[in-house]
């Protein structure tokens, strides 16, 4: 294309002035206002708990790097971003008390490298672009929900886009390069190292720009005969090789290993990923505005490929995008999960397409009437609607966000204001413990997992069943529903109709900003077809001790056992953590036990208790139920082995009768406590 030497216009000017230092420096503290508005309002999100779980800074950096590399397998996380948050959490934790539970310090390193990463994606549209289309994707990646919100996260991302950008950008210098520099070469690979190290997705760049530089190569050294630029081409090729083999011990163990992400396949049709990356990228999923992102990245495509600047670097720059793309979509429909953020190593090169697209747009708009030497102030008018949607609409959203996904933060803050001290709760997966308690604590309170599952229905129905049998064993224990399997995932399933009955309260925590902005179409992370009315809304169900009387009344048992003080706690886990079996627990020689009779009248029949006491299995223990002075039943046992203590046939008054279970103290002992399972009352029948 043509170098414009039209008269220096005001949007002329100021396009200039972009590519100077101070314009540069105000392009910086642009794209940085944007990511660190509100940065420290929403809580971590589940991704980013396990991202600081990861990066500790109770570990050792080469402790992180060790543990990456089973990491990389179970979550294909790879480990250079964790390395880098675990040496910031050590430098500036020094001077920020546990800066591990706040959200703005933790993000702070993503805003830098995101904001950064807006300066790397202008100088590579300089390099493909003429100067009054660069600016345009530049002010972009300042602006546009997609690049804001991914750099405002405790992740790979904000990285990912930062060396991305340098990566392209330092591959297209070399490539407008007469002769290769030391320098530059040794630039590039360590961008390409970072891009590796940083994201799975990485290596798809990586790929693309390998095989660019490989048919580079056999163009320059086998059809042209130049053999200085095919040496040049060698040389940049053998980086490219090099920053593959780096990060090819990592990408060959989740390739040979059980890595979850490979275990599915996507049902969506690639069309319709290509469709949400692109809307995504620019102003959301709906269906005109898709066509219209559609249109403007394929006027970028073809302008730049007819009208580059430099044609060879623009097709280079086609061709890199192309094969990045389709490699992401090859990759993103083999894998169980899929979201626009993994198109990030692409994104880029998207964006500038879509600057070079609306500088198209704007000079054949104004083209029939002959007046093309305006269409750099119509492309400024372009952006500066497009850049007002984003500022004046989505991101004020998406700074009111006080969560990303689940509630975790909301739930546990719930379940430590209102729930009383030693009170099992349970989530719907075993795997959310992790979030709650595992980095929102819930002091005092027994987080239960009866059931590690698996993926498929089965294991769910084998879920449900373990969770129904804890929860029937300790009916005053809370159970928190979020995902709401049967009916967001796995219809096949439908609801679990079994707990909403066996609950008479329920808290819902509703996360309204981010249905928002799904709603939008803006939101990367989730498809607006599968928003339902119970997708981002946290349940929380709990029985006051009314409820529980009247639901086992309304079940016809005649009694039911309350267990002040007693705690809940696992006494018997499968080998590789899939189940565990709970009980209760005292550590105390004596416990209560408050017997409740439903019956209007006295109801006769004997109460037995399964218990064990926790102690040294060769110690004999004699323990007593009573009430009072009354000893109701009484029996000897060996530690670590449970026996049912059972009372004669008595009679249970309305107001019920308070019991205690206690243990004959010894002078020498390794009495540690009591177990007790299970508590029921048998009625006395005449037959």
Request: aromatic share 14%; hydrophobic share 50%; with cysteine.
């Amino acid at each position: 294309m043509k170098v414009d030497n039209q008269c220096k216009t005001g949007t002329g000017r100021f396009a200039e002035f972009l590519a100077g230092k101070r314009g540069m420096a105000l392009l910086f503290l642009a794209a940085f206002v944007f990511r660190i508005a509100a940065l420290g309002r929403a809580s971590l999100w589940q991704d980013e708990i396990l991202f600081v779980q990861t990066s500790s800074p109770a570990l050792h950096p080469f402790d992180v790097i060790k543990s990456y590399w089973d990491i990389v397998v179970s979550m294909a996380w790879m480990p250079l971003p964790a390395v880098l948050q675990n040496i910031y959490f050590h430098v500036a934790g020094s001077v920020i008390p546990d800066i591990a539970q706040k959200p703005f310090w933790i993000r702070l390193p993503g805003t830098l490298w995101g904001s950064f990463a807006v300066l790397g994606v202008f100088a590579l549209a300089r390099r493909l672009l003429d100067r009054n289309a660069a600016p345009a994707a530049g002010i972009m990646t300042a602006v546009f929900f997609f690049p804001v919100f991914y750099a405002r996260e405790a992740h790979a991302y904000p990285m990912l886009w930062f060396f991305a950008a340098f990566s392209l950008n330092q591959y297209f210098k070399l490539l407008g390069a007469q002769r290769s520099s030391l320098k530059d070469l040794i630039v590039f690979g360590v961008c390409l190292a970072g891009l590796g190290l940083t994201h799975l997705t990485g290596a798809m760049l990586l790929a693309a720009l390998g095989a660019s530089a490989l048919l580079r190569w056999i163009r320059l050294r086998f059809l042209v005969r130049n053999r200085e630029g095919a040496l040049h081409m060698l040389k940049t090729g053998f980086v490219c090789g090099l920053g593959m083999l780096a990060v090819a011990p990592y990408y060959l163990r989740v390739l040979t290993g059980s890595n979850p992400h490979l275990a599915g396949r996507q049902e969506m049709s690639p069309l319709f990923i290509a469709n949400d990356v692109v809307g995504k990228l620019f102003l959301g999923d709906r269906v005109w505005l898709v066509v219209l992102a559609w249109l403007v990245l394929l006027a970028g495509t073809v302008s730049l490929w007819i009208r580059g600047r430099q044609r060879a670097e623009a097709r280079t720059a086609l061709f890199v995008v192309g094969v990045t793309s389709v490699l992401l979509a090859a990759a993103s429909w083999r894998t169980q999960y899929l979201s626009a953020r993994y198109f990030t190593a692409a994104a880029p090169l998207i964006y500038v397409l879509f600057a070079q697209g609306l500088h198209a747009a704007a000079q054949a708009g104004l083209r029939p009437f002959g007046r093309e030497h305006y269409a750099r102030g119509l492309l400024w008018i372009f952006l500066l609607i497009l850049a007002g949607v984003h500022a004046c609409v989505f991101l004020p959203r998406a700074y009111r966000l006080e969560e990303k996904h689940f509630d975790f933060a909301g739930i546990a803050r719930w379940l430590n204001e209102n729930a009383r001290q030693g009170v099992p709760y349970v989530m719907e997966s075993a795997y959310e413990l992790r979030f709650v308690p595992g980095y929102y604590a819930t002091p005092g309170l027994a987080a239960a997992a009866p059931y590690v599952h698996g993926a498929g229905p089965d294991e769910i129905r084998r879920l449900r069943e373990r969770q129904r049998a804890f929860l029937e064993q300790f009916p005053e224990a809370i159970f928190v529903e979020t995902g709401h399997v049967g009916l967001h995932d796995m219809p096949e399933l439908g609801p679990w109709t079994w707990l909403y009955g066996a609950y008479r309260q329920n808290v819902q925590l509703a996360n309204s900003d981010l249905r928002a902005l799904i709603n939008m179409g803006i939101f990367p992370g989730y498809f607006r077809k599968d928003l339902l009315p119970v997708s981002f809304i946290t349940d929380i169900r709990y029985n006051t001790r009314e409820d529980i009387l009247q639901i086992r009344r309304a079940a016809g048992l005649p009694a039911v056992f309350f267990f002040p003080d007693w705690a809940c706690v696992p006494f018997e886990r499968h080998p590789q953590g899939m189940w565990a079996n709970y009980a209760r627990y005292r550590s105390d020689l004596s416990g209560e036990i408050e017997a409740v009779s439903l019956a209007p009248a006295p109801v006769q029949g004997r109460i037995l208790v399964h218990m064990a006491i926790d102690g040294d299995p060769s110690e004999r223990f004699r323990v007593q139920m009573a009430v009072g002075n009354d000893i109701l039943a009484e029996s000897e046992a060996y530690a670590g082995r449970f026996f049912n203590l059972e009372t004669g046939t008595l009679s249970l008054p309305p107001d019920g009768m308070k019991l205690v279970v206690r243990v004959e103290q010894k002078a020498l002992t390794r009495f540690r406590g009591m177990l007790l399972r299970d508590a029921v009352f048998q009625p006395w029948s005449e037959k």
